[in-house]
């Protein structure tokens, strides 16, 4: 089970408030999850001077509930700001958040949800900025494919479609495929979040790449919101869909 630490939406938990031994004790005790994969901490690394703040102290919350990964992005590109000086300030920015992932032994993960990320090379150029074994890849299948741009600091939250470019999620992940430590399984038909398998993502062919580049890690599912009981069903039968992709690719379910 993956959790969303993003301040006024999909605050599933709040480091601030909630005690990280106690939160995991809910989660597995209670809630009766096998594990915690991993923290959504997305904020806008380009121009809030409290992002490295919010995700230096998620970082150490995480380590300390016993998650492995904080997936994040870099956000948005202020208007005016040049290509360089925006690269610059990541530059800096990731330096800092590495550290403390380094000495908290907890991977920063990219999300390609951001200005950068969403366009074809971004993320690897983003990632080129640090090189540390704990900066790698949270990879969602749907964001390049319909250029879903979010952004988040303590006044709110800015998600938008076709924000950056639209653009081909097989392409995107070729870039990345040895670098991604966890996955966001999501599939869509225009802005609309539905079952695996029913929408316009290239999902298998993202499912297949991956198993050929050696990932064993989560497989995520992901959507937006809505009814309860659709929620429900559409968990129910996209875990069906990804049952029938591993017995056609042969994978083996962990």
């Not at 939160?23 to 915690?36: H, M, P, Q, S, T």
């Not at 298998?204 to 050929?212: H, N």
Request: proline share 4%; net charge negative.
């Amino acid at each position: 089970m993956e959790f969303e630490a993003n301040l006024s939406w999909c605050n599933h938990a709040d480091p601030e408030n909630n005690d990280p031994k106690e939160f995991r004790k809910l989660v597995i005790d209670e809630y009766g999850f096998k594990g915690i994969t991993g923290l959504g901490s997305h904020r806008e690394l380009m121009n809030d001077p409290l992002a490295v703040k919010d995700i230096t102290y998620n970082i150490k919350w995480a380590a300390k509930a016993g998650i492995p990964i904080v997936i994040t992005g870099e956000g948005s590109k202020a208007e005016g700001m040049s290509d360089e000086d925006a690269f610059s300030i990541l530059k800096e920015n990731l330096t800092e958040l590495v550290k403390v992932a380094e000495e908290n032994k907890v991977i920063l993960a990219l999300e390609p949800h951001g200005y950068f990320s969403l366009q074809l090379g971004g993320l690897p150029k983003i990632l080129s900025l640090v090189n540390s074994p704990y900066l790698k890849v949270n990879f969602d299948t749907a964001n390049p494919h319909r250029g879903d741009y979010v952004g988040t600091d303590r006044s709110g939250f800015r998600w938008r479609i076709k924000a950056s470019s639209v653009g081909d999620e097989i392409a995107t992940l070729k870039t990345v495929v040895k670098q991604v430590r966890h996955v966001h399984a999501k599939d869509v038909i225009g802005k609309d979040a539905v079952t695996l398998g029913t929408g316009n993502v290239r999902f298998k062919e993202c499912v297949k790449l991956l198993a050929e580049n050696g990932y064993d890690g989560a497989l995520s599912f992901q959507t937006e919101g809505g009814d309860p009981e659709v929620i429900q069903q559409m968990l129910v039968d996209s875990r069906k869909y990804l049952k029938q992709i591993f017995e056609e690719l042969q994978i083996k379910e962990s």
